[in-house]
């Protein structure tokens, strides 16, 4: 059918009947749907082409109202100069062209990456999206009154289309905005997490300068801290959610040995933080060092759990390398320990294996508990005079040893690490792996 379409700029709304003079007469072959049959149509579709040779010679008063309602709506845009304004007129200037172009093209968006690259721009320069967002909202309300004044010889239905392509233009340029904005925030989160680990990288090599450090702590937005703690992990669940940790730890869970290091590991309420994000994992954390020694705190806290995944601490939960230095420095060197073991446990070597085991449970409780027999009896459970007997035999077998202050140190060291050697969780012990009279009693004999 054939809708005769006026645009006037002056004619008060709501006003109908003749056109006056001046006014714009446009004629076009239009068909108008039903509005059950537009349903997933485009609203631009329903418009004359023509329009938009009608509304192109306003556009530069209509984007003065748009700018002055936006200064005084959202505050980021109330001072006429500065970042915020440029950006403004840019925007409203472009978005106005922009929908004058659809309404010729019958919809298709000129330009959408001139809105992406405007969020982009936001993000790069550190600031919201939320001021831009309000405007787009403020543009499209402030352009719609004005076309409203204007368009008021349209069919109701027209006028239904042009309200309903205002509003999808508006939509598409947040929209837009707000992908350009989420690609930059990913892009610069892709590049900060590289830095980042290319920083624990650093901090876990050896021999690594203050200097070095500093400048690419610097280039990763890390805070230099005063101290350190490295944190080897061995995730339990491989499919279950990675652990989330503060903001200012470095990770990297992608390595061969997952490994973080946490800033200022000593500071209020960072254990308790700590803890709840290893949860989930098995985790041992290294003593606190300097920035420069974080590779030492890593070694010792792979060392420590390398010790735990044996039986040989309780590795439930976090282990912290500080409760357990003294099991650390006993399995530095387990072939120097399996040799003094070897020399100062001697004289046990012709016993049975549960005679062995006896007489190597008493002396070190004896050694522990300052050479007295009744705490022994207590620590043993059995009764003081068993304990005496034991000590007799003992003082048989090692002689003046037992009064030698050196002595007596290497044999607490050996049996201490004896028993421990007795938790570890290997398999059961078999007749083949049991001391038989003559045979060295050795650490890992169960």
Do not use: C, K, T, W
């Given at each position: 059918m054939t809708t005769e379409v006026f645009v006037s700029t002056d004619q008060p709304q709501g006003a109908r009947g003749p056109m006056p003079d001046g006014g714009h007469r446009v004629t076009a072959e239009l068909g108008i749907p039903s509005r059950a049959g537009r349903a997933g149509r485009s609203p631009w579709s329903e418009l004359p082409r023509e329009l938009a040779e009608h509304v192109l010679p306003h556009l530069d008063l209509v984007a003065e109202e748009i700018i002055a309602e936006i200064r005084v709506q959202v505050r980021e845009y109330s001072r006429g100069e500065g970042p915020y304004a440029s950006t403004l007129r840019t925007v409203v200037e472009r978005a106005l062209a922009h929908f004058v172009a659809r309404l010729a093209?019958?919809?298709?968006?000129?330009?959408?990456?001139?809105?992406?690259?405007?969020?982009?721009?936001?993000?790069?320069?550190?600031?919201?999206?939320?001021?831009?967002?309000?405007a787009v909202r403020v543009g499209g309300l402030v352009a719609w009154r004005r076309l409203a004044r204007n368009a008021w010889e349209l069919e109701p239905r027209m006028i239904t289309a042009l309200c309903e392509a205002v509003f999808v233009?508006?939509?598409?340029?947040?929209?837009?905005?707000?992908?350009?904005?989420?690609?930059?925030?990913?892009a610069v989160a892709g590049e900060m997490q590289r830095r980042r680990r290319r920083l624990l990288d650093l901090l876990l090599s050896e021999s690594t300068g203050h200097d070095a450090i500093a400048d690419l702590a610097a280039a990763a937005h890390w805070p230099m801290p005063r101290t350190v703690a490295a944190v080897a992990l061995d995730i339990r669940h491989q499919d279950t959610r990675p652990p989330a940790f503060p903001p200012d730890v470095l990770v990297d869970l992608e390595r061969t040995q997952p490994s973080l290091i946490i800033p200022d590991p000593d500071g209020p309420g960072r254990q308790q933080v700590v803890d709840r994000a290893l949860a989930d994992c098995a985790g041992v954390i290294g003593p606190t060092v300097a920035v420069t020694e974080a590779a030492h705190s890593m070694r010792l806290a792979r060392n420590m759990l390398q010790l735990g995944q044996r039986g040989v601490i309780d590795a439930e939960g976090v282990v912290r390398c500080v409760d357990h230095m003294s099991t650390l420095i006993l399995f530095q060197d387990e072939q120097l320990l399996k040799s003094l073991a070897e020399l100062r446990l001697a004289p046990l070597a012709h016993l049975r294996s549960s005679q062995q085991d006896r007489l190597a449970e008493t002396l070190l409780a004896w050694l522990q508990s300052g050479r007295n027999?009744?705490?022994?009896?207590?620590r043993l459970h059995v009764h003081p005079q068993t304990v005496r007997y034991r000590l007799r035999q003992l003082e048989e077998l090692f002689g003046d040893q037992l009064l030698d202050p050196d002595l007596r140190f290497d044999l607490e060291i050996v049996l201490r690490a004896r028993r421990l050697q007795q938790s570890l969780a290997l398999t059961p012990a078999t007749p083949d792996h049991r001391a038989v009279a003559g045979e060295v009693i050795s650490l890992r004999r169960l």
């Open positions: 093209r019958g919809g298709p968006h000129p330009d959408p990456d001139f809105f992406q690259n405007i969020g982009r721009g936001e993000a790069g320069e550190g600031r919201s999206l939320d001021p831009l967002q309000s233009h508006q939509d598409d340029i947040a929209r837009q905005a707000a992908e350009g904005y989420r690609q930059a925030q990913a027999a009744n705490e022994v009896a207590m």
